[in-house]
């Protein structure tokens, strides 16, 4: 099942799945025991930075070779692709999805950037993703600029785009206080277009209502800086307390630390 045909049956049933990003092979591991351990697909996402770190062909290679490893089912998406380049580098790699994050461009040229990228996936079957609206990224102002449904609407009805993130309330990183979902008007942007809803900023977004927005159209929930953060956290406090220099030793209980988040993500949604 492609990835694609996923997300349309999470649509159509009510329900979502968890995308991850991993940043190395431990937090892939903790990803990857946490969907075996709750039986549950999942989206392994990799960003620019991640994949300038480990190297395009390290990181898919890395993914695919630890799904059926682990037996899960799994799709492997660029995350915020900033421009068609990398996008391109990405499927000629054998990504299953790519996000082309043009959202911080004038609506126009949001759409013709998204177009050009659904039809240069269409040639390798591959998943789309789309940003519309303000979903403030590290260090920029948390604002309340929401995605409109008739914006949303017009967006993906001219670009063809098989998911778009939504701003509804969240931000990327962690807030600073807690956010509030404007679930009214992601009802209203769900009744009006196909394409699969996706929530990012999902680090730090209560379970009640991570449940409410997957209950009203949010198919693809994103995670990333709470996998960082644990897995920072776990080590930091580990190596304050110990002598010991053998990574193999070290590292199994902050990949621990990392399942357990993500299980407990698994069973929010």
Same mark, same amino acid.
């Not at 049956?9 to 990857?32: D, M, P, Q, R, W």
């Not at 991640?50 to 190297?55: A, D």
């Not at 990327?172 to 009802?187: A, E, N, Q």
């Given at each position: 099942?492609?990835?694609?045909? @996923?997300?349309?049956?999470?649509?159509? &049933?009510?329900?979502? $799945?968890?995308?991850? %990003?991993?940043? %190395?092979?431990?937090?892939? *591991?903790?990803?990857?025991?946490?969907?075996?351990?709750?039986? &549950?697909?999942?989206?392994?996402?990799? /960003? !620019? /930075?991640?994949?300038?770190?480990?190297?395009?062909? =390290?990181?898919?290679?890395?993914?695919? #070779?630890?799904? *059926?490893?682990?037996?899960?089912?799994?799709? $492997?998406?660029?995350?915020?692709? /900033?421009?068609? !380049? $990398?996008?391109?580098?990405?499927?000629?790699?054998?990504?299953? =999805?790519?996000? $082309?994050?043009?959202?911080?461009?004038?609506?126009?040229?949001?759409?013709?950037?998204?177009?050009?990228? #659904?039809?240069?996936?269409?040639?390798?079957?591959?998943?789309?993703?789309?940003?519309?609206? @303000?979903?403030?990224?590290?260090?920029?102002?948390?604002?309340? !600029?929401?995605?409109?449904?008739?914006?949303?609407?017009?967006?993906?009805?001219?670009?063809?785009?098989?998911?778009?993130?939504?701003?509804?309330?969240?931000?990327?990183?962690? @807030?600073? &206080?807690?956010?509030?979902?404007?679930?009214?008007?992601?009802?209203?942007?769900?009744?009006?277009?196909?394409?699969?809803?996706?929530?990012?900023?999902? /680090?730090?977004?209560?379970?009640?209502?991570?449940?409410?927005? #997957?209950?009203?159209?949010?198919?693809?929930?994103?995670?990333? +800086?709470?996998?960082?953060?644990?897995?920072?956290? +776990?080590?930091?406090?580990?190596?304050?307390?110990?002598? !010991?220099?053998?990574?193999?030793?070290?590292?199994?209980?902050?990949?621990?630390? #990392?399942?357990?988040?993500?299980?407990?993500?698994?069973?929010?949604?």
């Amino acid at each position: 099942m492609t990835l694609t045909q @996923y997300l349309q049956h999470c649509s159509a &049933s009510g329900k979502a $799945i968890l995308a991850v %990003n991993f940043y %190395n092979f431990e937090t892939l *591991k903790g990803l990857l025991m946490a969907a075996k351990e709750a039986d &549950s697909p999942l989206i392994l996402q990799l /960003s !620019e /930075s991640t994949l300038q770190y480990l190297g395009i062909p =390290s990181a898919i290679d890395m993914a695919r #070779v630890a799904l *059926k490893q682990f037996d899960v089912q799994g799709w $492997i998406h660029l995350d915020h692709g /900033s421009n068609v !380049e $990398i996008v391109r580098k990405c499927l000629d790699a054998g990504f299953d =999805s790519v996000m $082309i994050d043009a959202s911080e461009q004038p609506f126009t040229e949001n759409i013709r950037i998204t177009t050009e990228v #659904v039809k240069l996936a269409a040639a390798y079957g591959a998943n789309v993703e789309a940003e519309l609206g @303000y979903i403030p990224k590290l260090g920029q102002d948390q604002k309340p !600029e929401f995605t409109q449904p008739a914006d949303a609407k017009h967006f993906v009805e001219a670009t063809g785009v098989n998911a778009l993130a939504v701003a509804i309330g969240t931000a990327h990183g962690f @807030y600073k &206080s807690t956010p509030h979902l404007r679930i009214d008007l992601l009802k209203d942007i769900h009744a009006v277009t196909p394409a699969a809803l996706v929530l990012h900023g999902g /680090s730090g977004v209560p379970d009640d209502q991570l449940k409410q927005a #997957v209950l009203n159209g949010i198919t693809k929930v994103n995670l990333a +800086t709470e996998t960082k953060n644990i897995f920072m956290k +776990t080590l930091q406090q580990l190596l304050a307390n110990t002598d !010991e220099i053998d990574l193999r030793k070290v590292f199994p209980k902050a990949i621990d630390a #990392v399942t357990q988040l993500v299980v407990n993500k698994l069973n929010a949604i």
